[in-house]
């Protein structure tokens, strides 16, 4: 089966304890553990250990995971990546805490990347025997699981090829330059059935546009946004509609400055779907419908 779907992000911060709050107490994150000065949270619908860690040191993406259906997977994967010239290595089970074995990745765009099939379970708060809908004491924003996430890199195209040639990702949508150069700008990709599960960006190498956490529904994004005033969330836009994806979204910042994204709504990717393109003319429609106007910031911050 392969890769299932986008399982952890790991970030920097410059104050772990804003970030506990931010991740705790805004998002309503559940804290799994706190483990040499990493802390691992996951959000209330997620059966697994975490799916977004922090740690002391900076800011920025220290790595990304996606969670494969056996650990199989693992070695042949190792071995498409192998001869299509990405530098590869085993990681141990124990290494990384609550994760068995994996495979370190180092991507064209410039990030470390691991496969893994073991993850320790924790388990929803609401049981998987006749569970109910919602947590009974809802905290912040009450985020249910990590989504997705947009990184930058000076060649999307090689890594849109390593992701589509080697890991059997499929391509949603594409951003190009114009119909006469047809110049990758941007490509969405996705391995489960949702509209993305990475997306790529030409631009600096090895850098985190951002990571987003699935909401059910629109009034679900907008009471989010109502905790983020309260809270004195910077946010950076929304909430709107993408054009491209046809996601509904809030943009907003952790207190290290790392970009997060409330995300509901868009289309179901079957695998044959046809790929959407984008022109880099209609790039404000497709990033905000609505508005269809490009913020400065959205197109500039990256960590």
């Not at 099939?117 to 009974?136: C, H, K, L, W």
């Not at 943009?251 to 044959?272: K, Q, V």
């Not at 046809?274 to 500039?300: M, V």
Request: aromatic share 10%; with cysteine; hydrophobic share 35%.
């Amino acid at each position: 089966m392969g890769i299932m779907r986008l399982g952890f992000v790991h970030i920097r911060t410059n104050d772990l304890e804003a970030s506990a709050r931010h991740y705790r107490d805004t998002l309503g994150m559940q804290l799994s553990a706190t483990v040499d000065g990493r802390q691992y949270f996951k959000g209330w619908d997620e059966f697994d250990h975490h799916s977004v860690v922090v740690e002391d040191g900076g800011v920025g993406l220290v790595k990304l995971g996606m969670k494969c259906a056996s650990l199989d997977d693992l070695e042949g994967y190792e071995r498409r990546l192998g001869a299509f010239g990405v530098t590869t290595s085993r990681i141990s089970k124990g290494q990384h805490h609550a994760m068995g074995e994996a495979l370190s990745v180092q991507l064209p765009t410039g990030q470390t990347m691991e496969l893994y099939a073991d993850m320790e379970y924790v388990g929803t708060e609401v049981g998987t025997f006749n569970p109910q809908s919602i947590i009974r004491d809802p905290r912040g924003a009450m985020v249910p699981r990590l989504d997705h996430m947009l990184i930058a890199g000076e060649d999307p195209l090689h890594t849109e090829r390593m992701f589509m040639g080697c890991l059997d990702f499929k391509c949603s949508e594409r951003l190009i330059a114009d119909v006469e150069s047809n110049d990758l700008i941007a490509t969405w990709l996705f391995t489960s059935g949702s509209s993305h599960d990475i997306a790529l960006i030409k631009g600096e190498q090895g850098k985190l546009h951002h990571f987003a956490f699935w909401m059910n529904s629109w009034d679900e994004i907008l009471r989010a946004g109502d905790i983020f005033a309260l809270d004195d969330v910077s946010v950076d836009y929304g909430p709107t509609r993408h054009g491209i994806t046809r996601g509904l979204t809030t943009y907003f910042f952790d207190p290290a400055g790392n970009r997060n994204e409330t995300f509901a709504g868009g289309y179901t990717s079957y695998r044959d779907r046809p790929t959407i393109i984008w022109t880099a003319d209609q790039l404000a429609k497709g990033i905000f419908y609505h508005a269809r106007e490009l913020k400065e910031s959205f197109t500039a911050v990256y960590t």
